[in-house]
């Protein structure tokens, strides 16, 4: 198994290189609204029917903040313990673009609302050194623009502006990262700290997260190369994917004699490489200038600790609770990286059950099912109650590990209760040591043999005669009780 704390090194013919990776995450915020009008932001709508005037930009329409969008990227730059700054600026960048009625795009250069920040990432689940802190460099809100649909005529391209002016967090990372590994733990872990905070659904494929990939490669330990940025990489997947071709690309490119060009590429998924789309701009050549419509937001430490108030217990606090009771850190860092796995076995736990034995039982039985089925933790029919209701009747002896797990199969299949599916179909477990007995009596007249060879030593076949009077008995025998009545029988 690769070390995951080893350096991540490309070995290219002449010599080692190693990878460095930005991300700047664009993430849609959730809200009603759009950032500076009242349209709606629903997605799957009819085609330019959630447009007003000031999306089009249509004379004299003036934009208005909206104070939801501005709320939501506060509590963000909280969850990831980054600096909000009171007073922030929106710029104009401008460019033309067909799904960009203004002509520039309100953004924030100078002075973002959300300052530098971290996320904590573990590279291997199991172990603590595997930790990896990322910096966050910034978090602006910006807008964003429409979409054009290239494929619905053979010479024409369509225009929707149910997008634009759409409010986004754009979330630039550092240039810490060094591995597609590390790229995609991060990315998952900012994703689960979004949907914990409700700020961002978090869904790559309808873009409501999406990534810009900033690659270079350098000899280990000289100053950083030239970087690329790939756009709007819509899946984790596809991000470490880019990142591999394009440090590779690199690579041959500089080991070759040539020189990386600082330029906008897009990745096509379909033949896993990365194409070149546009020289990269720089800031001065979107001739970057403050937005006369807009006066500076102006935020005051009551907005911000409502703000921080409002936060839910996020991922690392919700683990770490979950070891201190008693849970595994593997156990506990499955359970916490998705927040609706992590509010259904919340409920699992304020059903009573017992931490520990919950976590196993949920990981293995419940996770190996719902994958079997095709299911989520969202669309099963098994609620946490229901879960808690068969872990008690384990844990009071009614029903065997292997009863159990037949009461759950009847559970996934009918909806019914496992208090019902015990009572109709008579599965409780037995410790009537009269009819164990009697079981044990038959097995060991008919395996006489075996129990010569066991008492001459052979012990593990113990084992067998376990198993055959639980077969005898269709799974309904107390196992404790038949260990016990087997080792008094053959002495």
Avoid at 200 to 228: H, L, Y
Avoid at 365 to 386: C, D, K, Y
Wanted: charge should be negative.
């Amino acid at each position: 198994m690769a070390d995951v704390n080893a350096p991540y090194r490309i070995k290219g013919e002449t010599g080692e290189w190693e990878v460095v990776v930005g991300l700047e995450v664009h993430a849609q915020v959730v809200s009603n609204a759009k950032l500076f009008s009242g349209a709606a932001t629903a997605f799957g709508a009819e085609p330019n029917t959630q447009v007003s005037l000031v999306d089009a930009a249509m004379p004299g329409m003036l934009p208005v903040p909206n104070r939801e969008c501005i709320r939501q990227a506060v509590r963000t730059g909280l969850a990831i313990d980054a600096k909000i700054n009171k007073w922030s600026r929106f710029d104009r960048k401008n460019y033309f673009y067909a799904d960009l009625p203004q002509g520039y795009q309100i953004s924030q250069l100078y002075h973002p609302l959300v300052g530098e920040g971290s996320v904590t990432v573990l590279l291997d689940e199991k172990d603590e050194a595997s930790a990896r802190t990322i910096g966050v460099e910034r978090i602006h809100v910006e807008q964003d623009a429409g979409k054009l649909m290239h494929d619905q005529h053979p010479t024409m391209s369509y225009v929707d502006l149910n997008r634009s002016g759409v409010a986004l967090m754009e979330i630039v990372s550092k240039p810490d990262l060094r591995s597609p590994a590390e790229a995609g733990a991060y990315l998952r872990k900012l994703r689960a700290i979004l949907r914990y905070v409700g700020s961002c659904d978090g869904n790559m494929e309808e873009g409501s997260m999406r990534a810009d990939v900033n690659v270079s490669v350098r000899r280990p330990g000289e100053q950083f190369g030239t970087r690329t940025e790939t756009k709007n990489v819509n899946s984790v997947r596809f991000v470490q994917q880019v990142i591999e071709h394009e440090a590779r690309r690199q690579i041959e490119l500089l080991e070759s004699g040539g020189t990386v060009v600082q330029e906008t590429r897009l990745y096509d998924p379909d033949k896993g490489e990365t194409r070149s789309l546009r020289s990269k701009e720089d800031a001065h050549d979107y001739r970057y200038f403050p937005d006369p419509d807009l006066l500076p937001l102006e935020i005051d430490d009551a907005f911000i600790e409502d703000c921080r108030a409002s936060l839910p217990e996020l991922p690392d606090a919700k683990r770490k609770r979950y070891e201190t009771a008693g849970i595994t850190a593997y156990n506990a860092s499955v359970l916490t990286a998705e927040v609706e796995t992590a509010r259904w076995f919340d409920a699992l736990l304020e059903a009573g059950a017992e931490p520990a034995r919950a976590a196993n039982w949920t990981v293995a039985e419940l996770f190996g099912a719902l994958n079997r089925r095709g299911e989520t933790i969202t669309t099963t029919g098994i609620s946490p109650q229901e879960a808690a209701e068969l872990l008690k009747l384990v844990d009071e002896g009614t029903l065997s590990g292997t009863l159990a797990k037949q009461v759950f199969e009847i559970m996934l299949e009918t909806g019914d209760a496992p208090g019902k599916i015990v009572e109709e179909r008579g599965l409780k477990q037995t410790s009537d040591t009269g009819a164990i007995d009697a079981e044990i009596d038959k097995i060991l007249a008919a395996n006489g043999d075996k129990v010569e060879q066991y008492k001459a030593g052979k012990v593990q076949l113990f084992g067998f005669f376990v198993g055959q009077t639980m077969k005898a008995m269709a799974g309904k025998a107390n196992p404790g009780v038949v260990n016990e009545r087997l080792k008094a029988k053959l002495g």
